[in-house]
């Protein structure tokens, strides 16, 4: 059993919020197509976020709750604490759909943290109380069950298979439940049955975790980890072709293919940083990796603050104070060089701000 603290999943956490807030942060109403998402089915690099980050959540908590319970924690108070976190990420999640106004009535309910939080209580009380076999087993069997209901189950209006924003299932179940507290007006892409596979990309980390745990030579996890990668992104795409890869449906297909990306990712950070030793370019990320929620949510908060200060640009168009700075500091770019060099500015700015933090050891555990 592996004691020591694995640097790498910190810098994996760290990239994968770093590239949150580029792809959360354009300066100005375009972007590159990789640093926004897929129009509908397909992958762009903004596509692997969110699925990396609940994909690191799983190999987390599994560090997180082995380590306490060798310290003698039970079972029931992990329990607890397990369910008061998920609480506190779900409702900052609340807080942060419903900033600056709080409409109720309207509010979205879904959201990234709501997600986050639902994957992880799943997927903990998993490692808690079942064994890895029954975990492993339970990816295929979520995959399968989610692509036959939405390829099989007869939406009104639109019959069975449809997998169009308003036609799928998984949209209809929202407008159904959730009418009035979504993100779009047909659909949301975090909806309530599209979380289900989203559970199996935190148990592909929750396995890729106890894979880690093993006392295995370094060469053998690498090499594990490598091929199944190979082999779900091998299956992803050949299941594309009846279930397409869909990030807002988040579907068996997407679930395979990102989280075999996951693990390439994952088993590089491993052999550069705690096989191979090298780490000083992982340190900036191990800043935002620590503070990882923290991060999240204050770029939003602070994103939807700028969105509120309305300004007159050049142009004489109305805008908001970030399209003024992008357009005063980046002006003599490209829209969309302009709109990406905003974008990094923003992410050093919050890296900035955290590495103080950092500094002085202050880590905002939620």
């Known amino acids: ?178 009418h009035g507290h979504m993100y779009r007006t047909v659909y949301d892409p975090e909806g309530l049955l599209s979380t289900l596979p989203a559970v199996a990309t935190a148990i592909f980390g929750v396995l890729a975790g106890v894979w880690l745990r093993q006392p295995r030579a370094d060469k053998e996890k690498l090499l594990g980890m490598t091929g199944a990668g190979t082999a779900f992104i091998a299956a992803g795409w050949i299941w594309n072709c009846w279930f397409p890869v869909n990030k807002a449906l988040w579907t068996s297909s997407y679930v395979l293919v990102t989280g075999g990306l996951a693990l390439y990712l994952l088993a590089l950070c491993y052999r550069l940083i705690d096989v191979k030793g090298i780490q000083r370019w992982g340190k900036p990320f191990e800043v935002f990796g620590l503070n990882a929620i923290a991060v999240y949510l204050l770029h939003i908060l602070f994103l939807k603050l700028q969105n509120l200060w309305h300004i007159t640009l050049a142009d004489g168009s109305t805008g908001n104070i970030r399209f003024w700075i992008t357009e005063h500091l980046f002006g003599r770019l490209s829209p969309m060089n302009a709109s990406l060099c905003y974008a990094l500015a923003y992410t050093l700015f919050w890296y900035l701000i955290f590495q103080a933090l950092y500094r002085k050891k202050i880590f905002i555990k939620i």
């Open 1 to 178: 059993m592996e004691a020591k603290r694995l640097r790498s999943l910190d810098v994996f956490r760290g990239l994968t919020i770093a590239a949150m807030i580029v792809v959360n942060s354009p300066g100005n109403s375009t972007s590159y197509a990789q640093l926004d998402h897929s129009a509908w089915n397909g992958l762009t690099f903004t596509d692997l976020v969110f699925p990396f980050f609940i994909f690191i959540v799983g190999v987390s908590l599994v560090f997180s709750i082995s380590r306490r319970r060798d310290e003698g924690q039970s079972d029931s108070y992990l329990i607890k604490q397990i369910s008061h976190r998920t609480l506190i990420i779900f409702s900052l999640g609340l807080l942060l759909n419903g900033f600056p106004y709080y409409y109720f009535s309207i509010i979205r309910v879904p959201g990234v943290l709501q997600r986050i939080a639902l994957t992880y209580f799943i997927a903990a009380l998993l490692f808690l109380k079942t064994r890895i076999r029954t975990q492993a087993l339970l990816v295929p069997a979520i995959l399968i069950a989610y692509w036959v209901a939405m390829t099989r189950v007869p939406v009104p209006g639109f019959g069975a298979g449809d997998l169009s924003r308003e036609g799928n299932l998984a949209a209809y179940i929202d407008r159904l439940i959730l």
